[in-house]
């Protein structure tokens, strides 16, 4: 067999009980996600606002890398990576190392040389650019993004990684030479941002946001709507106009003059600037134009809170007590339950590793499908903790699979679907669910 077969039994998976009568109220630490994702051994808490990221969450986590990697392409942004400690000099200049208060990590070297631990990294990207600036006119616009680490002692770091105090973001920075040219990137962005949003496949919005501390002139926040979401979100009944309540000073909607309105909580999930000349200014990252005048860069700034991204979809799509992720994020897609040993259908065992080699075969599924071969376990203990855990497809190798024609139980967790498919029926199934699950508009996305 070309694959290395994936067994549950070999997984770094430490499961953890949360009490049922565990406080999950708004004020307490827990939320849903993070509950489901320690009791299920997705993540661990090290400390206050700060994870470690165990196997499956990795593997989610590299998933959603993939999308944003292949999304960011099209835009031509090239992938880059940042110290996580910035110069404090620079944060000096752009006026934030006093503005932005208690929520920055400062520290000093053994030269007692003030540096940060960047909590974004628009001086640091600005610095980079002020370091080979003037830049041609015929190298713009630039594009530069990063995953990486960022770092904010928050004052409530609550839920667990909804906020954490140690994040992962992606943030991209462009850079234009005139205004209305950093406004048409903002545009192209947001469309990609758009479709990085419809290939993870959760409900979201997109409304009109506040610039904050971070200046510039135009703004959108992405969310999804939980009740747990700590932003508020007014969207216009006539119109479906969002925008957070931070930025709503009218009593009617600026898109169609409404008067209904209606409030929803919101997860901030992404977040887009045109920051203008805010960092380019007084950091000096400047361009020299076609008339040999040197100005300052346009730039724009454009977050995902990868991390985050994560914990928001399961809250916003699991019940109470089991995992449901978007497909698109699933650690692996299918868990593959074999015989109890000792059972009359041990016999149908080697079935399971004739169907994962079959099933890998199929693109979309290769390399993220989990063989549960913990024998002594009951099927019936292992087909509740596999849903527990989230993999949106289990199949069994049951009773059935021991008939001439051998049948699968195929369980479609989010549908709540169950049917017995003989292997030729098994793979035409998941062939389908791959297109779909890949759906059109995740297709036109990836493609366009
Ligand atoms: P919030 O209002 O939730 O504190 P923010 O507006 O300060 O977030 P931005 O500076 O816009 O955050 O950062 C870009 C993105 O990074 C956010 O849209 C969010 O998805 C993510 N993010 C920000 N703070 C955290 C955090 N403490 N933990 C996890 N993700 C975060
Ligand atoms: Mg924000």
């Given at each position: 067999?070309?694959?290395?077969?994936?067994?549950?039994?070999?997984?770094?998976?430490?499961?953890?009980?949360?009490?049922?009568?565990?406080?999950?109220?708004?004020?307490?630490?827990?939320?849903?996600?993070?509950?489901?994702?320690?009791?299920?051994?997705?993540?661990?808490?090290?400390?206050?606002?700060?994870?470690?990221?165990?196997?499956?969450?990795?593997?989610?986590?590299?998933?959603?890398?993939?999308?944003?990697?292949k999304l960011m392409a099209q835009v031509n942004a090239q992938k880059i990576l940042l110290p996580t400690m910035t110069d404090a000099q620079?944060?000096?200049?752009?006026?934030?190392?006093?503005?932005?208060?208690?929520?920055?990590?400062?520290?000093?070297?053994?030269?007692?040389?003030?540096?940060?631990?960047?909590?974004?990294?628009?001086?640091?990207?600005?610095?980079?650019?002020?370091?080979?600036?003037p830049v041609s006119h015929h190298k713009l616009p630039i594009r530069l993004y990063q995953i990486s680490s960022k770092f904010r002692d928050?004052?409530?770091?609550?839920?667990?990684?909804?906020?954490?105090?140690?994040?992962?973001?992606?943030?991209?920075?462009?850079?234009?030479?005139?205004?209305?040219?950093?406004?048409?990137?903002?545009?192209?962005?947001?469309?990609?941002?758009?479709?990085?949003?419809?290939?993870?496949?959760?409900?979201?919005?997109?409304?009109?946001?506040?610039?904050?501390?971070?200046?510039?002139?135009?703004?959108?926040?992405?969310?999804?709507?939980?009740?747990?979401?700590?932003?508020?979100?007014?969207?216009?009944?006539?119109?479906?106009?969002?925008?957070?309540?931070?930025?709503?000073?009218?009593?009617?909607?600026?898109?169609?003059?409404?008067?209904?309105?209606?409030?929803?909580?919101?997860?901030?999930?992404?977040?887009?600037?045109?920051?203008?000349?805010?960092?380019?200014?007084?950091?000096?990252?400047?361009?020299?134009?076609?008339?040999?005048?040197?100005?300052?860069?346009?730039?724009?700034?454009?977050?995902?809170?990868?991390?985050?991204?994560?914990?928001?979809?399961?809250?916003?799509?699991?019940?109470?007590?089991?995992?449901?992720?978007?497909?698109?994020?699933?650690?692996?897609?299918?868990?593959?339950?074999?015989?109890?040993?000792?059972?009359?259908?041990?016999?149908?065992?080697?079935?399971?590793?004739?169907?994962?080699?079959?099933?890998?075969?199929?693109?979309?599924?290769?390399?993220?499908?989990?063989?549960?071969?913990?024998?002594?376990?009951?099927?019936?203990?292992?087909?509740?903790?596999?849903?527990?855990?989230?993999?949106?497809?289990?199949?069994?190798?049951?009773?059935?699979?021991?008939?001439?024609?051998?049948?699968?139980?195929?369980?479609?967790?989010?549908?709540?679907?169950?049917?017995?498919?003989?292997?030729?029926?098994?793979?035409?199934?998941?062939?389908?669910?791959?297109?779909?699950?890949?759906?059109?508009?995740?297709?036109?996305?990836?493609?366009?």
């Open positions: 067999m070309p694959w290395k077969i994936q067994k549950l039994s070999g997984l770094f998976q430490p499961l953890k009980v949360i009490p049922k009568n565990a406080n999950l109220k708004p004020d307490n630490l827990l939320s849903n996600s993070q509950k489901l994702m320690v009791e299920n051994g997705i993540v661990r808490l090290s400390g206050n606002g700060m994870f470690q990221i165990l196997p499956l969450g990795v593997r989610a986590l590299d998933k959603l890398t993939k999308i944003v990697d620079l944060w000096i200049k752009s006026g934030r190392w006093h503005t932005a208060g208690a929520e920055l990590y400062k520290l000093k070297d053994r030269h007692n040389k003030d540096y940060l631990l960047s909590p974004t990294h628009e001086e640091a990207i600005a610095g980079l650019i002020a370091s080979i600036s928050e004052k409530k770091s609550r839920f667990g990684m909804l906020r954490g105090r140690e994040f992962l973001m992606k943030d991209l920075y462009t850079f234009d030479q005139s205004l209305s040219a950093a406004e048409n990137t903002y545009a192209e962005v947001c469309q990609t941002y758009d479709k990085i949003f419809d290939v993870i496949g959760v409900p979201y919005v997109k409304v009109a946001a506040d610039n904050g501390i971070m200046g510039g002139s135009l703004s959108h926040e992405y969310h999804f709507l939980a009740n747990i979401g700590e932003d508020l979100l007014m969207f216009c009944d006539t119109c479906n106009y969002g925008a957070n309540k931070e930025t709503f000073k009218e009593e009617t909607c600026p898109s169609c003059k409404g008067r209904k309105m209606t409030e929803r909580n919101g997860i901030e999930v992404g977040h887009t600037f045109v920051l203008g000349s805010r960092y380019s200014e007084p950091l000096e990252a400047t361009f020299k134009g076609i008339d040999g005048k040197t100005t300052p860069l346009q730039m724009g700034s454009y977050g995902l809170g990868m991390t985050r991204i994560l914990a928001a979809a399961i809250e916003t799509l699991s019940p109470y007590d089991e995992i449901r992720w978007p497909i698109s994020l699933a650690p692996y897609t299918v868990c593959i339950i074999t015989p109890k040993e000792g059972s009359k259908e041990e016999s149908a065992s080697q079935l399971a590793y004739k169907l994962y080699s079959e099933l890998n075969c199929i693109n979309s599924l290769c390399g993220d499908i989990i063989v549960d071969d913990r024998g002594s376990m009951t099927i019936g203990k292992r087909v509740l903790e596999a849903r527990k855990s989230g993999y949106p497809f289990v199949i069994v190798i049951g009773r059935k699979s021991v008939f001439a024609d051998p049948l699968f139980e195929i369980i479609n967790v989010s549908k709540s679907e169950q049917l017995d498919l003989n292997l030729k029926e098994v793979l035409e199934y998941f062939r389908e669910v791959s297109s779909e699950g890949s759906g059109t508009k995740q297709k036109e996305a990836l493609s366009s």
